[in-house]
């Protein structure tokens, strides 16, 4: 599996570039690429890509949550 970012995965789905996420948000390619990595992400930012995306701002902020398979 996979371990893409909620971002990666977003841009992905919809065929965008790093520009054109960033675009979004009237930032540069390099910053969407550090929020892609969850570096200089604010709480404040993660709920304006929230309402624009609609992914959750706690995994844009903290990543999918882990599930463990049972046994």
Do not use: C
């Not at 995965?9 to 009237?26: C, I, P, S, V």
């Not at 709480?43 to 959750?56: D, L």
């Amino acid at each position: 599996m996979e371990n893409k970012s909620a971002i990666a995965r977003y841009r992905e789905k919809h065929d965008m570039t790093l520009e054109a996420f960033g675009a979004l948000f009237g930032v540069d390619k390099s910053t969407a690429s550090r929020w892609e990595r969850g570096q200089s992400l604010t709480v404040k930012r993660a709920v304006q890509i929230e309402a624009v995306t609609g992914i959750p701002r706690a995994e844009v902020l903290f990543g999918a949550p882990k599930v463990e398979a049972v046994e």
